[in-house]
């Protein structure tokens, strides 16, 4: 059974930092790419950043200079680290592996506000 089980986000000032973690059990999460998604409301869920098996990693525009992630292959996790936040950061994210199967987290709340 594949779960990935999110932690991390909640509420944070505009210019604060979030981590979110996603850790993976039931696959080989060494041969995954792995991405972080966001859904705001009323808004199509879009890609985040997404990791390689080999490392190379890729943002999405408004989020780079921004976000980082990264994997520990060894603890099969991935992180976004969220710095710089803005209020449009504001989004339930979800972590996603894909290789010939896509799974997803559970989802986490992001709120950005004053």
């Known amino acids: 059974q594949v779960q990935l089980v999110q932690s991390g986000g909640g509420l944070v000032q505009p210019g604060g930092s979030l981590r979110l973690s996603c850790a993976a059990s039931g696959i080989t999460f060494s041969i995954y790419a792995m991405g972080w998604y966001r859904q705001a409301p009323g808004k199509r869920r879009e890609l985040v950043a997404v990791?390689?098996?080999?490392?190379?990693?890729n943002y999405a525009d408004s989020v780079k200079g921004r976000f980082t992630i990264s994997r520990d292959n060894a603890k099969s996790t991935v992180y976004l680290q969220m710095n710089s936040l803005k209020p449009e950061d504001t989004a339930v994210f979800y972590c996603?592996?894909?290789?010939?199967?896509?799974?997803w987290g559970q989802g986490t709340q992001v709120t950005v506000s004053s």
């Open positions: 996603n592996a894909q290789l010939y199967s896509t799974y």
């Open positions: 990791i390689t098996s080999q490392g190379i990693t």
